[in-house]
T-cell receptor
Framework: AQTVTQSQPEMSVQEAETVTLSCTYD???????LFWYKQPPSRQMILVIR??????QNATENRFSVNFQKAAKSFSLKISDSQLGDTAMYFC?????????????FGQGTRLTINP | NAGVTQTPKFQVLKTGQSMTLQCAQD?????MSWYRQDPGMGLRLIHY???????DQGEVPNGYNVSRSTTEDFPLRLLSAAPSQTSVYFC?????????????FGPGTRLLVL
């Protein structure tokens, strides 16, 4: 079974700084999807960015980008020019493409605080 | 579109009581699922449905029942609440079961079982 590990329970940076959140995963599959979700204090889960494993190019969405290292099974999230509104829990998630096994598997989460 | 809605937002139950957590989506999504979120454990899948009339178990199904009589609604039933079911519950949906689609999450229901 796949597992997702986020080794940083909490992080804190100053506004406008760049921060990187770590995520590693374990799978024997060669093709799959990886996601980063943001959960602000409202508790709603919001998709931040998605990466398809067969694509070598790292995904980017405005200030959010990933460093996808397939061989190392690493999927870190970089937030540039951090803003107060980025304060939230961040979850890394894995999704298989195998029929019948396509549920999302989540990491434990990283609580990110952006300080003014 | 309201997206994915969940009711109630917060509920307190006594051990042994039953209740239904409601989930509805207005996006004509085929796939719907229920997760629970516990501190330090991320989200875990309880049950899911790939279409009306079709449901299956996830990672932690014990103590929960689901049904899917319409495309829009996917209620989660707690038959006899236990303190171990204290958690935050999220409903999610996507257009299809395919991994091409991104799941949309509801705002969550916080449940406290005394």
């Amino acid at each position: 079974a796949q597992t997702v590990t986020q080794s940083q329970p909490e992080m804190s940076v100053q506004e406008a700084e760049t921060v990187t959140l770590s995520c590693t995963y374990d799978t024997s599959e060669s093709n799959y999807y990886l996601f980063w979700y943001k959960q602000p204090p409202s508790r709603q889960m919001i998709l931040v960015i998605r990466q398809e494993a067969y694509k070598q190019q790292n995904a980017t969405e405005n200030r959010f980008s990933v460093n996808f290292q397939k061989a190392a099974k690493s999927f870190s999230l970089k937030i540039s020019d951090s803003q107060l509104g980025d304060t939230a829990m961040y979850f890394c998630a894995f999704r298989s493409i195998i029929q019948g096994a396509q549920k999302l598997v989540f990491g434990q989460g990283t609580r990110l605080t952006i300080n003014p | 579109n309201a997206g994915v809605t969940q009711t109630p937002k917060f509920q307190v139950l006594k051990t042994g009581q039953s209740m239904t957590l409601q989930c509805a989506q207005d996006m004509n999504h085929e796939y719907m699922s229920w997760y629970r979120q516990d501190p330090g454990m991320g989200l875990r899948l309880i049950h899911y449905s790939v279409g009306a009339g079709i449901t299956d178990q996830g990672e932690v199904p014990n103590g929960y029942n689901v049904s899917r009589s319409t495309t829009e609604d996917f209620p989660l039933r707690l038959l006899s609440a236990a303190p171990s079911q204290t958690s935050v519950y999220f409903c999610a949906s996507s257009y299809s079961y395919s991994t091409q689609e991104t799941q949309y999450f509801g705002p969550g229901t916080r449940l406290l079982v005394l």
